[in-house]
Nanobody, 123 residues
Framework: QVQLVESGGGLVQAGGSLRLSCAAS????????MGWFRQAPGKEREFVAA????????NYGDSVKGRFTISRDNGKNTIYLQMNILKPEDTAVYYC????????????????WGQGTQVTVSS
């Protein structure tokens, strides 16, 4: 069973940057399509970004395109989310997900989730 540990969240002013990391416990991480989702209070979970297992393909939610960048280092079993030009509406708990559907970037019943890390953007 893959365990995922997110880090890098915190409080930042609007316009600032943060980099989230997600470390996986198993070497099989390198075969998974990975991604980030977020959930703000009172809202549904929202897709943020995803990356193919080789790192050659990426996909982003419309609200973060051009501001966020997802990457991965399979040698370190880690994915990253570089978040720039942060806005108050980016405030949410950010979740790392492993084993997304490769054709749709969506989670399925076998998707593994981290515990989440809080990102708060002040205006």
């Amino acid at each position: 069973q893959v365990q995922l540990v997110e880090s890098g969240g915190g409080l930042v002013q609007a316009g600032g940057s943060l980099r989230l990391s997600c470390a996986a416990s198993r070497r099989t991480f390198s075969t998974y399509t990975m991604g980030w989702f977020r959930q703000a209070p009172g809202k549904e979970r929202e897709f943020v970004a995803a990356i193919s297992w080789r790192g050659t393909s990426t996909n982003y939610g419309d609200s973060v395109k051009g501001r966020f960048t997802i990457s991965r280092d399979n040698g370190k079993n880690t994915i990253y989310l570089q978040m720039n030009i942060l806005k108050p509406e980016d405030t949410a708990v950010y979740y790392c997900a492993a084993d997304l559907r490769g054709d749709s970037w969506l989670p399925h019943t076998g998707t593994k989730w981290g515990q989440g890390t809080q990102v708060t953007v002040s205006s």
